[in-house]
C-alpha cells in the first residue's frame, strides 16, 4: 500500500524542530521519516546514560507519541520502525522501552564511517 508522506508527517506531527535534523518522506518508496539532531552536546552523566544526543532526542520525541498515532498507521497497512545508523554502543533501556510501549521495530544498520 502507498503511503501519504504527508498523511503521515501530520498523523505523528513530524517537523522540524532544535532536536530535529531533517524531516523526510518518498511516496514512490512509502517511506517518511525524521532524522534526529545529535545535539545539544551531552554533560558527562548524560553521555553515560545517552551515548549520544540523538538518543536521547529520539526517546524524548516517542515520549510524546501515542500508541493510537502508530495503531492508525498499521491499519493503513504501514509499519513503523526506528532505524540508528552506524552505532555499535548499548541502546538506552528508556529508548527500548518506548519502541516497545508503541510497537515499534528496532534496525540497527552499522555503515562503514566514510
Given at each position: 500500500m ?7 508527517r ?6 522540524e ?9 518518498n511516496?514512490?518508496?512509502g ?7 545529535n ?5 558527562e552523566d548524560e553521555t ?7 538518543l536521547?532526542n529520539?526517546t ?22 526506528l ?25 540497527i ?6
Amino acid at each position: 500500500m502507498d503511503l501519504d508522506g504527508a498523511w503521515a508527517r501530520n498523523l505523528l506531527k513530524m517537523q522540524e524542530g532544535p532536536s530535529i535534523l531533517r524531516v523526510y518522506s518518498n511516496d514512490d518508496e512509502g517511506i517518511a521519516g525524521l532524522e534526529f539532531a545529535n545535539n545539544p552536546l551531552l554533560s558527562e552523566d548524560e553521555t553515560i546514560f545517552w551515548h549520544h544526543p540523538a538518543l536521547k532526542n529520539a526517546t524524548e520525541w516517542l515520549q510524546t507519541r501515542s500508541e493510537e498515532q502508530f495503531n492508525t498507521l498499521r491499519e493503513k497497512g504501514h509499519r513503523a520502525d526506528l532505524c540508528i545508523v552506524s552505532y555499535s554502543g548499548a541502546v538506552p533501556s528508556v529508548l527500548l522501552k518506548e519502541l516497545v510501549r508503541l510497537g515499534l521495530t528496532l534496525f540497527i544498520i552499522d555503515l562503514p564511517w566514510s
